[in-house]
């Protein structure tokens, strides 16, 4: 699946309280979708602490 269809998917989810920001944090740990795309999404920045842990 494309990223922009992975994006789509991801957004109306997310937009319809389907995917928490737990969810969404371990998405962009998986690699299913980025960093921006989690902001954009969301409208947070992702931040990642200093141990490396998202």
Do not use: H, P
């Amino acid at each position: 699946m494309g990223s922009a269809t992975m994006f789509k998917i991801v957004k109306n989810a997310y937009d319809a309280g389907r995917y928490t920001l737990t969810d969404m944090k371990l998405l962009v740990s998986t690699d299913k979708i980025t960093y921006e795309q989690y902001k954009t999404i969301t409208g947070i920045e992702y931040i990642v602490d200093e141990a490396g842990e998202e």
